[in-house]
């Protein structure tokens, strides 16, 4: 009886839980977390789930379409099978962003806080800084220093990082400066703390939920950006390839072949779409004058 007992409750959480979690999550952000999710398994586990090389060639398969056996999504103008260069492009894709996007956090974050520490002509440096950065148009920037420096992956990653760190440097100076004026930052120095520890232990965990809606804003700008790039040949160079490289060499055989360009465009539109969703959501949830 009490192991009757025990099987219908253990039948009962489940859509306790589910229902617990819808009350707690919306269903696109559910759809949100489950797609990263999964990005983040193929980004560490794609060498494992590549059927082939990202270069092997067979000319007698060329351009075979979607549910071919041994070539699901298909192959490309070479042969080369969709799929395992789909998977490659994604791990691609989203290091170079992951990358940028912390690069772009730590360079802003550290402006805007050398800017509240020290007021007077750094303030001002930097703020001019930031508004030179906000008023360029970074595509032009990025295709003048790739076309000027060549291609290589360090360059398009470090490129990338200077994306949006405007934004990090004003969240991060004005969070600062308010919190700066608050008791605890007082208290802190006047027990003999160092501006460092001041700023990196007590100041830093204090707006990092805002700085980390800030990424999840900027993130999906920067796969967009890369992709651009890539899609006009100056981003990740051949035998390499990216979510926007596989756009950009699609084009030409989209009405022989458009699954070749439909697979990575269907990826950049649901990740971008899925941080996008998930980063309005941290907003509303961490920011608290939301009710």
Known sequence: MSDTAIHHSGMIKAPAFIRRLRSMMPASIIFATLWLGFMVFVVFFADFLR???ITKMDLSARLVPIG???????TDELGRDVYSRLIQSI???LVIAFGATILSAVFGTMLGFLAARFRGWVEHAVLMLADFQAALPFMILALSVLAFFGNSMPLLVGLMGFYGWERYARIARGLAISASAQGYA??????GATPLRVYFHHILPNVASTLIVSMTLTFPEIILM?????????????????LGNMVGFAREYLTQAPWIMLAPSLIIVLTTLSI??????LRDKLDPTVQ
């Open 51 to 53: 059927p082939y090389p």
């Open 68 to 74: 071919t056996p041994g070539h699901w999504l298909g």
């Open 186 to 191: 007082s208290a802190v120095i006047q027990l």
């Open 276 to 281: 996008s969703l998930l980063g309005d959501w």
């Open 226 to 242: 890369e992709s651009g790039l890539s899609f006009l040949g100056l981003g990740v160079q051949p035998p390499e390839t990216s």
């Open 91 to 93: 791990r691609v894709s």
